[in-house]
């Protein structure tokens, strides 16, 4: 917690969606929704949490 120890492999990274240091296996692989088992609003204070995302799932 006090970060006093180097990590034994830092990943570089060329870009914020660079996937290159995961196996293709699971990069290949067709993402699938998981809702919730039943619908519910998001407090005030949860959507703030989530205020810098910009991902809208369409329905349809």
């Known amino acids: 917690m ?5 990590p034994p492999f830092v990943p570089s990274i060329k870009e914020p969606t ?3 240091n995961f ?3 699971f990069t290949r692989l067709q993402p ?6 039943k ?13 810098d995302f910009d991902f809208c799932a369409l329905h349809g």
Do not use: C, R, T
Request: charged fraction near 25%; hydrophobic fraction near 35%.
């Open 23 to 25: 196996d293709s296996d």
């Open 39 to 51: 619908p519910f609003s998001l407090s005030a204070e949860q959507q703030e949490a989530f205020a």
């Open 2 to 6: 006090a970060k006093k120890l180097k």
């Open 18 to 20: 660079d996937v290159s």
């Open 32 to 37: 699938v929704l998981s809702p919730p088992s």
